[in-house]
């Protein structure tokens, strides 16, 4: 009984010995293999991250190139700006430019661009994109921009709160205030005068904006004056829902050739963009109530082309019935006056307006003058020649820097925030 109990013994250690050589064994089977799945694992995310390295290069390439080459927009085939660019050993990146608006990166500088960078590593690939917004033209960081080295004048009341820049003298008279973010550059070496604080001095130009007319005539809707000698714009409300000479441009622009006469602006509301040219040696009068506002595109609400021109810009604070208002248009040889405007398009004539000028005045070649009493322009003028009175009050506008508007961009482009990802 004894040796049998042994026996029994013996062979439950035998199989137990089995049992656990087994075991051990399957465990250092899992683990080689679990050691193989991990190194494959590291292998490929180290290699996903060799493809991301090298989109994010491809990137960096594409925000270098655009900085430094002007026509960049021409240069792409296709949609492709580069393709197989070698950014590591066994990495490359393929650039993509993508015109998501109107499918044409050449047509409009000012255009947002897609761009996606697609990094290549043995195989494998990432992709990434970001969106890019031309920058604004510097000279929009300003409520004044004077264009030359004429003067800039401030007078009676004027109040000032915004910055102001000229190439030439900046003098204002002792009971001018200034306010809010308020300041005065001008060439080192210049003149500031008066109470016009913080002064400063710099060594570097900044260019004028240049937007081509042509460009800004071909999105326009045409409009004429009332008949006379002056061609008077009474009453009008230009807006991208109404014209009163016809159709509606969709973004409210509008252009005006007066033909060879001073142009009057007088009780009208613009929402949008009036552009007027052809003024060589001409004036252009705003007075009585003015409402001016950036259109949905938030281009310049007024354009002037034209040599030698004055800008007189005296709107009253006094309240525009719309039910007394009078409108007179063209027809033929003669003139329609009609009693009653709709201004905010509401559908009665029950409102009072008050005037207001807001958004960018583009006139590099006139010398503007604003005045009367108590009314704010708020935005960007740019000009060659100015002169404030009275109490009028000048503001800088800063949604102005985001206008996206053909010729009033910097060089390169800035980067949009929370568009940078990655894509399947």
């Known amino acids: 009984m004894l040796r049998r109990a042994r026996r029994r013994r013996g062979a439950a250690l035998y199989l137990t010995t089995i049992a656990v050589s087994v075991l051990i064994a399957g465990m250092g089977l899992a683990l080689i293999a679990s050691q193989r799945a991990d190194r494959r694992l590291q292998a490929n995310i180290g290699l996903e991250n060799e493809c991301w390295w090298a989109a994010r290069s491809g990137l960096e390439i594409a925000y270098a190139y655009i900085e430094q080459v002007p026509d960049w927009r021409n240069r792409p085939s296709g949609s492709t700006l580069f393709s197989d660019v070698a950014v590591s050993p066994g990495c490359v990146a393929r650039v993509q ?5 109107d499918n044409s990166l050449a047509d409009n500088s000012a255009d947002i661009v897609r761009i996606r960078s697609i990094g290549t590593c043995i195989g494998s690939s990432v992709q990434l994109e970001a969106t890019i917004a031309p920058r604004p033209h510097p000279a ?16 009676g009341l004027t109040t000032i709160a915004g910055p102001v820049r000229s190439l030439g003298k900046i003098e204002g008279e002792s009971f001018v205030k200034t306010t809010g973010s308020a300041s005065f550059t001008t060439r080192t070496g210049g003149e500031i005068n008066g109470p016009l604080n913080p002064r400063i001095f710099v060594d570097t130009d900044l260019p004028t904006p240049n937007p081509p007319l042509s460009t800004y005539l071909a999105m326009a809707t045409p409009i004429a004056g009332a008949n006379g000698s002056t061609c008077a714009l009474r009453g009008y409300n230009l807006t991208p829902t109404h014209n009163p000479l016809g159709a509606a441009n969709p973004y409210g622009i509008y252009s005006l050739d007066p033909g060879n006469r001073d142009v009057l602006l007088q009780n009208v509301h613009i929402r949008g963009t009036l552009i007027i040219y052809n003024l060589d040696g001409r004036t252009v009068t705003i007075n009585s109530t003015a409402w001016l506002e950036p259109g949905p595109l938030n281009y310049p609400v007024l354009m002037i082309y034209g040599s030698n021109v004055e800008l007189s810009v005296q709107p009253s604070i006094s309240l525009l019935n719309e039910l007394t208002t009078v409108r007179v248009t063209p027809s033929g040889g003669n003139n329609i006056t009609v009693i009653g405007v709709d201004f905010n398009e509401n559908g009665h004539l029950l409102d009072t307006i008050v005037s207001s000028i807001r958004g960018i005045i583009h006139a590099p070649e006139a010398r503007v003058r604003m005045g009367n009493l108590g009314w704010t322009f708020s935005g960007c003028l740019i000009s060659r020649r100015f002169e404030a009175e009275d109490t009028v009050r000048i503001e800088h506008d800063p949604s102005v820097l985001s206008a996206l508007a053909p010729g009033f961009m910097d060089t390169g482009m800035r980067l949009v925030s929370g568009s940078f990802r990655e894509v399947p």
């Open 97 to 101: 430019l993508f015109d998501d608006g």
């Open 140 to 155: 929009l960081n300003y409520a004044l921009f004077n264009a030359s080295e004429e003067d800039v004048r401030f007078r």
